[in-house]
């Protein structure tokens, strides 16, 4: 039964057409699921399609071949459940914090004063409770993406998908977010899809890592992380960790890349 899912990606294919009828197909018979509640990372050499995949799964643009459902359902029937997260967090610099993270209801004219209490209490798990009324640009880069992240959580999604968001975060920063994202993720129950460049990241963060190759893009390993949660820093350092990065190191072929 696909009702189990919360994503199911059947045989996808996506073909670019450029102009001057040049195609490019990125994306060739893909196939995996994801379980309610699940929270699977994905990673492959730059230009595979990983962004391409999380733009078709949440309906930013269709699939050449195959079908996406969303819990079973068709991609335009699920929207709503669905918010993504960015590498850059593109806040609007003339509305406060709470102003941009209630934006998403605004849009569907469903901004209430429980609402706001609710992205109040999200900017508050994200430690920038005090910042409420402060703007973007009082910020720094790591406050801005937590601001974007309540923003995508406002809605109660059951779907997150986030495309590398820490990426143009320094090394620190980047690590005490993962801390926060998996707090984040164990308290809401949504269901995560999460691109990074990074596999000791993605291995720290995921129940599965999936591999995505190239050329055109098709998944080449999907490995279950069998390390237990909520995980802490020194799961970074145990053996069982350094054999899963060496094994996903493996399947991409060339690290360098990578990090
Ligand atoms: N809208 C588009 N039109 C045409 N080609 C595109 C479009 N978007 C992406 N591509 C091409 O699809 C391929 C895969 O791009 P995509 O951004 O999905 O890869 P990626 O794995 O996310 O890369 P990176 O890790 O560098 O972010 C690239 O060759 C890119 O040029």
Known sequence: MNNEYAISVKNVGKTYRSRDGQENTVLKGLDFHVGSGQFVSIVGQSGSGKTTLLKTISGLQEPTEG???IK???????LKDIAMVFQSPVLLPWRNNIDNVLLPLEFRNARTPESTA?????????GLGGKAEQYSYELSGGMQQRVAICRALVSHPELLLMDEPFGALDAMTRDSMNFEIQRIWQRTGCSVLFVTHSISEAVWL??????????PGRIVADITVDIPRPRAKEHKF???????????????GVTAAIS
């Open 206 to 215: 995921g129940d599965r890592v999936v591999v995505v190759g190239d050329r």
């Open 118 to 126: 609710y992205a109040q209490e999200l900017l508050e798990m994200v």
């Open 238 to 252: 145990s053996p069982a960790f350094s054999e899963y990065v060496t094994e996903i190191e493996s399947h991409i």
């Open 67 to 69: 079908e996406i459902l």
């Open 72 to 78: 079973g359902r068709e991609i335009s029937a699920g």
